[in-house]
């Protein structure tokens, strides 16, 4: 390392800094590994459709968890907020154009997310874990209770939802409406978090995860800060829930449950969190085995799903992603030094 | 009249159900107090211990006590393995970390469950003698529930005299005070939690087989009570054994009222309850003054 030069400005790390926001070559290939699928595997859009909601719901989880450090088991009670926002506006005939609906979804799980985050994030540790818990079972039961008009213990099924625009249908056998429907706001949410997370918002958020109390004697504002993330989170995850429950045209108790969240959570784990792309390679990773394993064998799914969770919380903290990292730094070191 | 008799056996059906709360968290409490680690498999050790119980039993001919003796001596012998050999190294993690792996163990030991003895329910057979009813004067009620109420009580005195009158109690509130200071006044830390965390699982494992004649036992029991021993730890307070028995009596009481007058929402409302306790208690309803 030559590290002597007379300017900070070009000091290596400072460079590191200036430009880690700008595009990498590498960044377009998920996308266009998106569009092939839509054209290599037409009869598995259903799949697709659900892995690139997965995705999304991933990414919202890794906002708070992986950039704000906030440690949530009930991040599922924004998904499911926004499935039934969406799915109760339709099926009671009050609301059912898609785009509009997204947006009326993001809307109420950000309410949601700020009513709570208001509350819950005063507390840590086991408390918060436990609070963002009893939130989410506290949503579950509601739409259990609720069965007038959120459909109950069955949920609602064919849920009527408008044609894209007004002139593509969504039609559940072919499922190309959806595929691309979700891809495109999935980009846009990700344009969206991407451009955060390089902010100096996004930067504070940072530095709140790595040192609370520092972040406090520096004069950030650091409750407003994580309530804002926390509800842009949940906005976010709003949005993969209503296209969840627009994709699918039902919604039911399980968009609530305790599975769901800790799916996700195994999702982002797995792929490494807080670093954007984990979100994308860990659910690639569960959702084909799972799509695979889990139906043939479940309990060697669980068991093996058990084993890569110990294994990751001893050994590789950083995921899929931060061990290819590691590997890639260490090539890189081993090709300058020879 | 009926009323009073009424109001009786729900007490005692809602105080038994508490007491294996107890019985259960009671361990959590302590180990997660002590180092406050998340360990969400505390659910799962009492799982293992309700069916090493029900295999001494079946298999092994041994009658209801000794079956107990032989869960907890086997669930603590198994837990402190894997306090030395995994636990161990993940104290000074993150607490995500500790969720991930607590959370991996659970699913191992869900999977080697049902793998090797199927996933439907064991019925655990009660000697006799604890089957039954009663006759307590005022009313009629059912043996078992009056035994475990007994137990309970035993536990709770035994317990808190261990904790407030020995040597060893007198460490481990101390280092849930203040770990460091407990640490450097030379108390060792790591073999004072390797002993309180072996016990808890026993206690844990004597809590799966004692409830599990009405709260039933099959490989699901590890996650599908889990949120009401958190529950019981987070509203009694970390690391106090009194403040836990208090928090179970309450939670077992109103979860039994609730869930026979209103079988629609009871659970909701212990979830409303637990939000607003903790909410205005974050440390625990029953922690007493840090000193």
């Not at chain 1, 309410?111 to 994030?121: D, F, I, K, R, Y």
Request: aromatic fraction near 10%; charged fraction near 10%.
């Amino acid at each position: 390392m030559t590290s002597s030069s007379p300017s900070l400005a070009d000091h290596p790390a400072a460079l590191a800094l200036a430009g880690r926001h700008r595009l990498r070559v590498w960044e377009p290939i998920p996308w266009v590994l998106a569009i092939a699928l839509y054209f290599a595997f037409p009869k598995h859009l259903g799949f697709g459709t659900e892995l690139l909601v997965t995705i999304l719901f991933a990414i919202s989880l890794d906002l708070v968890l992986g950039y704000a450090g906030i440690v949530t088991l009930g991040h599922a009670a924004f998904f499911g907020t926004g499935a039934y926002t969406v799915g109760m506006l339709a099926k009671h005939g009050i609301w059912n154009e898609p785009i509009t609906g997204l947006i009326l979804a993001a809307v109420v799980a950000a309410a949601v997310g700020l009513g709570s985050g208001l509350v819950l994030l005063r507390t840590q540790g086991l408390t918060l874990l436990m609070l963002t818990l009893c939130t989410m079972a506290l949503l579950e039961e509601a739409a259990n209770l609720g069965h007038d008009y959120t459909g109950g213990f069955d949920g609602l099924d064919n849920v009527p939802i408008a044609p894209l625009f007004g002139v593509f249908e969504f039609d559940p056998l072919y499922p190309t409406t959806q595929y691309l429907y979700v891809l495109a706001v999935l980009c846009l949410c990700f344009a969206f978090v991407r451009t955060l997370v390089y902010s100096p918002f996004g930067q504070s958020l940072t530095g709140i995860r790595e040192n609370m109390l520092r972040m406090h004697a520096v004069g950030a504002p650091v409750r407003a800060r994580l309530v804002t993330c926390y509800s842009l989170s949940a906005a976010i995850a709003g949005i993969a829930g209503g296209i969840w429950a627009q994709a699918n045209a039902y919604v039911n108790l399980g968009t609530l449950g305790l599975d769901r969240a800790a799916t996700v959570l195994i999702i982002l784990v797995l792929g490494g969190y807080g670093r954007l792309y984990g979100a994308f390679i860990g659910a690639v990773a569960y959702m084909v085995l799972s799509h695979f394993l889990a139906k043939i064998y479940p309990t060697a799914w669980q068991l093996g799903l058990g084993l890569l969770l110990v294994l990751i919380a001893l050994f590789a903290r950083n995921g899929i992603l931060g061990m290819g990292e590691a590997l890639w730094r260490r090539l890189r070191a081993t090709r300058a030094a020879s | 009249m009926i009323f009073g008799v009424d109001v009786a056996s729900m007490l005692l059906g809602g105080v038994a159900a508490g007491m294996v709360l107890f019985i259960v968290s009671v361990g959590l409490s302590v180990t997660m107090g002590l180092m406050g680690f998340v360990n969400l498999a505390h659910g799962g050790f009492a799982m293992l211990g309700g069916y090493a119980i029900v295999q001494a039993m079946k298999h092994g001919g041994l009658g209801f006590v000794p079956a107990l003796a032989v869960g907890f001596v086997a669930t603590a012998a198994v837990s402190l393995v894997f306090e030395r050999l995994l636990y161990a190294r993940l104290y000074r993690a993150t607490e995500l970390d500790q969720v991930l792996f607590t959370i991996g163990l659970v699913f191992i030991m869900i999977a080697s469950v049902t793998l090797l003895f199927g996933p439907e329910n064991q019925p655990l057979a009660l000697p006799p003698l604890l089957q039954g009813q009663i006759d307590l004067g005022i009313t009629q009620y059912r043996t078992y529930s009056v035994v475990l109420i007994v137990i309970g009580i035993v536990m709770v005195v035994g317990l808190w005299l261990a904790f407030e009158r020995t040597r060893m109690g007198a460490q481990i509130r101390a280092a849930v005070d203040n770990r460091r200071m407990a640490e450097s006044l030379g108390i060792n830390i790591d073999r004072l939690f390797t002993v309180t965390f072996a016990f808890g699982s026993g206690m844990a494992a004597l809590g799966g087989g004692l409830g599990a004649e009405f709260l039933g036992l099959d490989p699901q029991y590890a996650l599908k009570y889990l949120v009401y021993f958190l529950i019981v730890v987070a509203v009694g307070g970390l690391g106090r054994v009194t403040g836990v028995f208090y928090a179970a009596l309450l939670i077992g009481v109103l979860d039994f009222v609730l869930k026979k007058y209103v079988p629609q929402g009871g659970t909701a409302f212990i979830y409303v309850l637990t939000i607003l306790l903790l909410l205005w208690r974050p440390q625990g309803l029953f922690r007493g003054k840090a000193t």
